[in-house]
């Protein structure tokens, strides 16, 4: 089956979007989540990103 990348992009936003506005149990995130944002960065950026980020909530140095 071919598809065309808007049409998975317009799929998957349409599916969040009822995901997240639905009555029961709308998908949010949690208060206490940490959101980090790795769509601009590399995998060992991401990494470092996770590391030092977890090492903060943990208070550790390293």
Do not use: N
């Not at 995130?29 to 996770?50: F, K, N, P, R, W």
Request: glycine share 4%; with cysteine.
């Amino acid at each position: 089956m071919e598809t065309s990348f808007e049409e998975v992009l317009r799929d998957i936003e349409y599916r969040d979007y009822q995901d997240t506005h639905r009555e029961i149990a709308p998908l949010r995130q949690a208060e206490d989540a940490v959101l980090l944002d790795t769509s601009e960065i590399g995998l060992e950026e991401s990494v470092a990103l996770l590391c030092d980020t977890i090492r903060g909530k943990l208070q550790i140095s390293g």
